[in-house]
């Protein structure tokens, strides 16, 4: 929804101003201008990036029309989770959470939270280690390095997109040369026309260049800045998990660990230790 009022505001300020200034709105309308541009960056994007990077382009671009979905409710849940889950590890031991890390879907922890058990990445992520604390096999120190290696590796797949994009944001503007330099060779073999048709086709191609920029920086390269922030949300969530597990391994007490994790947060999103601490206890009562 923001995306969309924001382009609505970045051509309601370009174009108003334009006729606020006595500019005819029927002089930047140039198809041909815009299929040079337009044809050229696309033909750029699939020569620069292979069909695994297109793809996860393609995939992560819908993303951009929906909200966060990382919101101070969100993290309560998780804490909230990972607290009852920690809990019944220090009460009945780890192998009593055996069966709720094999068959999630079915684990009356995990079913009280819907939103947690519908990321499939994020539940993927916390099984798969509370599998590896099950089996016992690894200290905190290894289970922290994989923790490391698996968020980084998620990290840069996230990257993917966002650089594809941001490439392509660079390229615009020099695409609008080409075709601003395209209308002026066009111009200069024209020169033989009547000056007011000369004017046509001089604003034509200065439209080139005037199109170049604003998909680049009004339209492009905001998609690419909204992906990041997208991604870095994701990765906190599972820095977040990884904190407060590897708490829970070192010894902490579930009350304690929830908090590791709790201090990881953006201030944004981050519950309050109390409301925390609230929301806990009034889980515990039912």
Same mark, same amino acid.
């Given at each position: ?103 999630? @879907? /079915?684990? #009356?922890? &995990? ?6 058990? %519908?990321?499939? *990445?994020? =539940? +993927? ?44 944001? @660079? /390229?615009? #503007?020099? &695409? ?6 395209? %209308?002026?060779? *066009?111009? =200069? +073999? ?97």
């Amino acid at each position: 929804m923001f995306v969309i009022v924001g382009y609505l505001v970045v051509l309601g300020a370009v174009f108003g101003g334009f006729i606020m200034a006595g500019g005819h709105v029927a002089a930047l309308f140039q198809p041909v201008e815009l299929l040079m541009i337009g044809g050229s960056a696309l033909g750029a994007f699939f020569v620069a990036n292979g069909p695994k990077t297109v793809k996860a382009t393609l995939k992560a671009l819908p993303g951009v029309l929906k909200g966060s979905k990382f919101s101070k409710q969100l993290y309560v849940d998780l804490l909230s989770m990972l607290f009852e889950i920690l809990a019944k590890v220090r009460k009945e031991g780890l192998m009593s959470i055996e069966s709720d890390v094999d068959s999630p @879907d /079915a684990s #009356p922890i &995990f079913s009280k939270y819907p939103k947690i058990q %519908g990321d499939h *990445h994020a =539940m +993927e992520f916390l099984t798969d280690y509370l599998r590896m604390m099950v089996g016992g096999n690894l200290n905190a120190f290894e289970i922290e390095n994989l923790m490391d290696n698996e968020i980084e590796t998620h990290h840069h797949e996230g990257e993917v997109p966002i650089h594809a994009l941001s490439r392509t944001a @660079d /390229a615009l #503007p020099a &695409f609008g040369i080409v075709a601003a330099v395209m %209308g002026v060779v *066009h111009t =200069m +073999e024209s020169v033989g026309i009547p000056p007011a048709e000369l004017g046509k086709l001089i604003a034509a191609a200065l439209v080139g260049t005037f199109l170049g920029i604003l998909l680049s920086y009004g339209f492009v390269a905001p998609l690419a800045s909204l992906l990041e922030q997208k991604l870095n949300e994701a990765t906190k969530m599972l820095q977040c998990m990884k904190v407060t597990l590897l708490a829970s391994m070192n010894g902490y007490a579930p009350q304690v660990a929830v908090e590791f994790g709790r201090k990881v947060l953006y201030s944004t999103e981050r519950p309050g230790f109390s409301e925390l601490e609230e929301e806990i206890r009034s889980r515990k009562g039912k």
